[in-house]
Structure formats: C-alpha cells, structure tokens
C-alpha cells in the first residue's frame, strides 16, 4: 500500500453509504478499494445482511476498508430479512426506501464520533445533506449510473418541486427533454414511462424519489459518475451546465476477470468445456441481470425466440430472490430437449466475465444494465437489448445509437415482444451481413471501454480531487 506521507498527504477517512442494492453496492466497494490502495480509510456502511453477503475482500484491505452494520429498522409493507432490493419485489421497493430512512440516527451517530473527511453516498439518503453540512463533512454523490440518466432529470429544482408545479404525464418522458442541447435518442417508451410518472410521486416513504435524487445533489462538493469522455462525453458538460457543480467521471471501470476461481470452480469448469466445444464467435450470452423479474410470457417468447434463431446459447435464467413467487420457472415444453447440445439454460450463479472473455461467445443479449454493459463492450461483443428497469431503456436507445447493437422491437404500449423479433435481432447480430457494421462498432468500442490504462487514469484524478479539495458547502432548504 502506498505511504501517503512521502507525498505530505495525509491519509484521509471517507465514508461510502450506497443504496441498498447490489448493483449499487458492488460498484462503491470497487470504487473504495481504488482509494484504499492510495493510503486512505474507508468505512463502509450497509445493513448486517448485505454486508454479510459481499464477496471476500483481499488481505491487502484488512486494515484499510471496515465495514459498518447499521440494522435496517423494521416497518410494516417489507417482509422480514428483506435488506436489498433482490429480496423484495418492485412494488415493495418504497418501503426499503423508508426503512433507509430509519437508518438517519445511527448513521448520523457514527459520523459524529469518526469525523470523516468525505462521505460519498447514494441518491436515496437525502437526508445526508443538511447533517454533513451540520457536522462540516465534505460529500459526493456518485452516480453508479451513467450521465444521459441524470442529465434527463433535469436541474436540482426541477427535482425538488416537481411534486409543487404541474405534475409531468406520461408524453413529458416520450421525447427527449427541452434542457438538452444536442441531437440524441434519449427517449422513453410509454411502458417504460409510467414508472418515471410514478417516480416523481410522493409515496409511502413521504417523497418522491426525483425529489430524493434533487434534495441530495443540491449543495454537494461534487458529483462523481461511472462515465468517461471518450464515450458519450458531451452529457458530462451537460451534467454540469444544469447543476453548476462540479462533474468528475471515474471512468468506466472494467472489472478485471478473475483467474482464482478456475481450478476448483466446479461450475466453471462445466461451463468452460461446453464453450470450449463451440466454434469461435458463435454462442450467443443470455443475461436480464440479477434483479430484473421477467413474466412467464416473456420467457416464453425468450426462449421460443431462441430456439427459433437455430443459433448457439447460453442463457443464464435466474429467478429474482425477492419475486415473491416459489413456483420453478418453466420453460415451453420440450424446449431444453430441442436445444440439447445447441443451448444450455443454467439456473444458478455463474462467472459472469469469465464467459464473457470466452472466445466462443459472438454477442450479449442483455438488459441493458450499465454494469452488464460496460462488461459486454469490454470483450466487444456486440449486443442483443431487451432493457426492462429504470435507466435501462435510455441505455438501450443511446447504444444503438452509437451502433454497438440493437434493441428488440417491443409494442410500445405494453413492451410486449414475440419470438420471431428476438430471433431476427439475434441473428442479425450474430451473423447476418448487415450486421456486420454492429459487431465490427463493438470490436471498435472495446478500445476504449477495456483501456485500463484510460480508466486508472480517472481515478487518480477522482483521489486527487479528494487529498485537495477541502471547502465544506452549506446546506440549506
């Protein structure tokens, strides 16, 4: 570990306090232990189970990174041991949000008896802004999701009293908001903007989340985000321009793929020796993420759409643990039997970017999830959209865009799509001649979203920002 004292640096305490989902949480941890390696303390604040269910960390952060159990109080509406949002379903996800909130005295405890530096938090603890101020803590908030997602928000004030002016319909989020100077496709459809219409109501945690998201960037030092300039980069200036802050990208990240898990991963090995007997470029990745709850109709259609493109698969077909729901995921009659040899459904965890790495796999059909994303144009694979949750949508218009992919035609009104679109877009992807300009753009893109040396680059930036810059703003409402 570097000695930050032969730099006259002195080792800094920051706080990280994500939200209360993996896809969140794994992202700040990442983030923490490129600080730590610079010589700094890291306090890392979850609930118990959360905390408990993270992945080893290495030796080298035992006396750098500690982790903070702060219990989740119990409310009515979220089922017990419920602590992240894989546990719960969609519509129980504004009582995690008041149960965080109950989180406010003993976090605020801690901060009074450790005096951090920083603290970098989430979107959802708004209430994290009057108390840093209070308590003279420097804070950030970072953004595990890319720029044209806040950027769509708008300012701080069109956060914060959009429940006071004229509530936005549904037609608001179908087109491309008036603030953004520049062409784009940044767009809703209108299944996927009914759940942007329900996020600027007050709800049972007594706010909205746009207002939770305005109340938190409002007054802060700065905000860091999972983006780069090489990618998409004028949104950065945007992110800036409307909130007259300060906008520091931490570069994509690219995971690194871990080799440890080869020798005795028995999962590993079965899957490596299925791909091993694929030819190169030739299997198509199945993947909606961890926390994205597909119908039985919609699976269905998947994996007829699948079957149908007579192409090899891998489909990793999870259930959500939080969907309420005990039946077994069924799949169309015969379907595995069919497939057998062509395609593989694989119904438990899996090394996600070790198959990614692998050269049999030619395409990624993803959720479009930032984290899923950046991994797949890591590898250059190009991609296959079926995006269902909160940014995903603008994710899946932007990357088509740039033409590393394409999106599954859906019925605009209900997100409905058939076999045969999945099958169509599959295989235009994979192997059709006009999709040869797609996969050719994602090799390309695999220059700048696996530059580590690029990345590293934003980093040291992002920790230097943090050793010089020490101006506590005040906070008011």
Known sequence: MANRDENNTKELHIVMFPWLAFGHIIPFLELSKFIARKGHKISFISTPRNIDRLPKIPHEFSNSITFVKIPLPKIDGLPNDAEATMDIRNEEMIYLKKAMDGMEKEVTNFLEN?????????????????????????????????????SFLGSIENMININNSSPP????????????????????????????????????????????????????????????????????????????????????????????????????????????????????????????????????ELARGLELSKLPFFWVLRKPSGSGNTDPIELPNGFEERTKGRGIVWKSWVPQLKILSHESIGGFLTHCGWSSTIEGLMFGHPLIMLPFLVDQGLNARILEDQGVGIEVPRNKEDGSYTSKSVANSVKLVMVENDGKLIRDKAKEMSSIFNNKELHDNYIENLINFLENHRIVKNWHT
């Open 114 to 150: 450790n005096s951090p530096d920083w603290i970098i938090q989430d979107f959802a603890q708004y209430w994290l802004a009057p108390i840093s101020a209070k308590l003279g803590i420097s804070r950030i908030y970072y953004s595990i999701i890319n720029a044209w997602f806040i």
């Open 169 to 300: 319909k549904l037609e608001d989020f179908l087109v491309p908001p008036k603030w953004i100077p520049f062409e784009t496709k940044a767009a809703y459809r209108l299944h996927e903007a009914r759940w942007m219409v329900e996020s600027t109501q007050k709800n049972v945690s007594g706010v909205s989340d746009m207002y939770r998201t305005g109340v938190t960037i409002k007054g802060l030092d700065a905000i860091i985000i999972r983006h780069c300039h090489e990618f998409e980069g004028q949104w950065l200036k945007l992110l800036e321009d409307l909130h007259h802050m300060l906008v520091l990208p931490t570069g994509l990240m690219p995971p690194i793929v871990e080799n440890s898990i080869d020798v005795n991963n028995e999962s590993w090995i079965s899957i490596k020796e299925w791909l091993d007997e694929k030819p190169k470029g030739s299997v198509v990745y199945v993947a909606l993420g961890s926390e994205v709850a597909v119908g039985q109709s919609e699976i269905n």
